[in-house]
């Protein structure tokens, strides 16, 4: 797991219908088991997303409260149920906010309007922000027995001096206090920021004023007073206030927080030019509308009202916190240099295939793919050691003349954007198509744009309308008489950093077909190409949705005749009602239907007459599970795919998507393996019941789990390393999804 998960992207207020629908999704439509259960009274075959999400997060919650985690990892587990709550309150609350506002009367596939949703998800946000404070003080009390304390201002009197005059010289200098009265209007309040709501009396008058006083983002949260031990800033503030306040009586002081729409509105086919729109929009986030307001428990229903009245919000988007309120400040613990609190260091190996036969040279990465198909597995296997050595045994080598490649999320370090830089800079052709709409990345894509494009590279932005999620790179080389071309198809972003934290595959080969696909995709992104169809990928928003409801149907009519069938998907998120109901339809058939997905999923397993053949786990662990995978029986002559794509009808229709049929049969095996480690996982997975409740496995089983799909995955990495001395035979795949079999 990391802070940065970002699953509630795409707010529901901006959902164009899509233009693209197939044949076969308007018949799935025409008599949904959403229709049917309204027709014959049953229970509605969905879960909520929002509502679906929300137990996503719980899930994350359970691991901070799981005492067989390192106590320093529970924190970590605290500080990412915070961020990722903010997240969902910015953009799918604020986003539910818009349709009620704008009058909206259309439902979720579950039936509820979004007056619904927004109070169905308050109801258990509550219930969520007390398990997670009452987790934070279980967990407090633990860290005082390893010597780490986050005490109060109160309890550290012998330091009051220190950090007064502390205040004195760090703090008060940024402090801007801010009075609220008829000539001072209410002050805005930046989103996801700490402030000290203050109530003052005039000893000369005897009138009574209220001010606000923002805790500066600029400045630790957590101060140490002595070794491990820290005060919180907010209270370090709102004890010296009177130096704020002068010849003013400090009668209240109370902490609260804002959180406000993070959603951008472009008009993109009205953008002369998008990056500077882009620009334009992120200055107005900063002025959303208010969706949340977060306030201590001690604050007064008075003071309550002057912030409710200031920001426009009604009492039910107030949540009391019991506690400390932005845990997202306890990263300061998680930072601590306690390895003994902390799960053991994980060091990604080098996939076998590109182990370099001298220690001292770098491996001839080229080479290898031209030798076959290379499946990379991260974090498990080296990002550095394969996609960044990939990338910058392209830039060094004369004969390659060009490379291109899709960014969507990655790091303000990155050594692949400084490796394309490098390569623009000593002439090739690098074109690279920056996702600037990537939501909370817009600024760092900008950034990299624009130094991109001053080394020489040709940089653009997409097409209009649609966000460019895949995640692609091309690189065409001169070899003898003719070029050649080498691809890496993946899941996850081409981010060093998040290499290390999020599970993600990625496919490197020269194979000619993937090559000419990879190709026309960039002539697509790039040009004024309007190619729909491609030999090998599959590509949204034009041929994704039909193929998957395809292959789908594929497996039905496999077993209306007797054959093997099976369908496996793990993914993020599964959220998209004609995919959803043609998986129906295939459990309904008698077609085994097994899902992994992480985070939200309103498919609803174990339904007599609807889904008893379905059964959908998620896996939350040290590692998010971030990859996206597709498996089809297809009669025993199996296919997998690879790619980018969730679910999603944001995926399927709004973005571009590349899945890729992984055809090499070493690298088959090994997915068939890890999705045969994810289901037999017991120590880390939950199971979904038909009542639309998540259950452990290992409550389940009635037994302690032994199989950790992360550790499971790391020991047989070392393992793997054994075999790089093998030389690789490419054979075609064919057989059964089960590697058992």
Request: some cysteine.
């Amino acid at each position: 797991m990391t802070d940065t998960i970002r699953e509630p992207d795409a707010s529901p207020a901006r959902r164009p219908a899509s233009t693209r629908a197939t044949a076969a999704v308007a018949a799935t439509k025409k008599s949904s088991p959403a229709a049917r259960a309204r027709r014959s009274q049953k229970p509605n075959p969905y879960i909520n997303r929002e509502l679906s999400w929300l137990e996503f997060n719980a899930r994350v919650l359970f691991e901070a409260r799981d005492e067989r985690n390192p106590l320093i990892e529970r924190v970590r587990f605290l500080t990412i149920f915070a961020s990722n709550l903010d997240e969902f309150f910015q953009v799918r609350i604020a986003g539910l906010r818009q349709q009620v506002a704008a009058g909206s009367t259309s439902k979720a596939p579950d039936e509820r309007t979004a007056a619904e949703q927004i109070a169905a998800a308050r109801t258990r946000v509550l219930e969520l922000v007390a398990d997670h404070s009452a987790a934070w003080a279980e967990i407090r009390r633990t860290l005082v027995s390893h010597d780490i304390e986050v005490v109060t201002y109160a309890s550290v009197a012998d330091h009051h001096a220190t950090l007064r005059q502390r205040f004195i010289d760090e703090i008060y200098p940024v402090l801007t206090p801010l009075a609220v009265d008829p000539g001072h209007p209410f002050p805005y309040i930046s989103t996801l920021s700490l402030s000290i709501a203050v109530g003052l009396r005039d000893p000369e008058t005897g009138e009574s004023h209220f001010a606000r006083v923002k805790v500066p983002q600029i400045l630790p949260r957590l101060y140490e007073v002595e070794p491990h031990k820290f005060v919180l800033l907010d209270q370090i503030i709102e004890a010296n206030l009177d130096l704020l306040f002068t010849g003013m009586e400090v009668v209240e002081h109370h902490l609260f927080r804002v959180t406000r729409n993070a959603d951008l509105a472009i008009e993109e086919d009205e953008a002369d030019d998008l990056l500077m729109a882009i620009e334009e929009e992120l200055r107005r986030r900063r002025f959303g509308e208010a969706v949340r307001l977060e306030v201590e428990r001690s604050m007064p229903e008075a003071t309550r009202a002057i912030l409710l009245r200031g920001l426009g919000l009604r009492d039910e988007d107030a949540y009391e916190i019991k506690g400390m309120l932005d845990l997202t400040g306890l990263r300061d613990v998680v930072e601590l240099d306690r390895p003994d609190l902390k799960s053991p260091p994980w060091t990604p190996v080098t996939p076998p295939r590109l182990v370099p036969p001298d220690e001292d040279e770098p491996a001839d990465a080229l080479a290898a793919i031209r030798a076959g198909d290379i499946l990379v597995h991260h974090p498990y296997e080296s990002f550095a050691s394969s996609v960044e050595r990939f990338i910058a045994q392209a830039v060094d080598d004369p004969e390659v003349l060009t490379i291109k490649m899709t960014l969507y999320r990655t790091s303000g370090d990155s050594p692949i954007v400084r490796d394309l830089i490098r390569a623009a800079e000593r002439g090739k052709q690098v074109v690279v198509l920056v996702e600037i709409k990537a939501r909370f990345d817009e600024e760092a894509n900008i950034v990299w744009a624009r130094k991109l494009e001053q080394a020489g590279a040709h940089v653009v932005y997409g097409l209009v309308g649609l966000k460019t999620h895949s995640k692609t790179c091309l690189v065409v080389r001169r070899e003898g008489s003719g070029l050649r071309r080498y691809v890496h198809i993946g899941t996850g972003n081409y981010n060093h950093r998040t290499a290390r934290l999020y599970t993600d595959l990625g496919l490197l080969s020269a194979r000619p077909e993937l090559g000419a696909d990879v190709t026309d995709l960039f002539n697509v992104l790039t040009g004024l190409s309007r190619q729909r169809t491609f030999r090998r990928l599959l590509v949204a928003p034009h041929s994704l949705r039909s193929r998957f409801l395809e292959l789908v149907q594929r497996e039905i009519d496999h077993a209306a005749v007797g054959h093997e069938a099976r369908i496996v998907i793990k993914l993020n998120a599964l959220v998209d009602q004609p995919s959803i109901e043609a998986l129906y339809r295939a459990s309904q058939a008698g077609v085994r239907v097994d899902i992994i997905a992480r985070a939200a999923c309103s498919l609803l397993p174990g339904v007599k007459g609807v889904s008893t053949g379905i059964m959908v786990r998620s896996v939350v662990g040290e590692f998010l599970e971030h990859s996206r995978i597709w498996g089809f029986e297809n009669g025993g002559q199996a296919e997998w795919y690879i790619g980018s794509a969730d679910l999603m009808d944001r995926n399927l229709d709004r973005r571009v998507e590349a899945m890729v049929p992984v055809e090499d049969h070493d690298a088959r095996a090994r997915i068939a393996e890890i999705i045969d480690v994810l289901l037999s996982d017991d120590r880390r997975s939950w199971e979904l019941g038909p009542d639309g409740g998540w259950r452990r496995v290992e409550d389940i089983l009635g037994k302690p789990g032994t199989c950790d799909t992360h550790e499971e995955l790391k020991s047989r990495a070392l393992i793997s390393i054994s075999a790089a001395s093998t030389p690789h035979r490419p054979r075609a795949g064919v057989g059964s999804l089960d590697p058992r079999a």
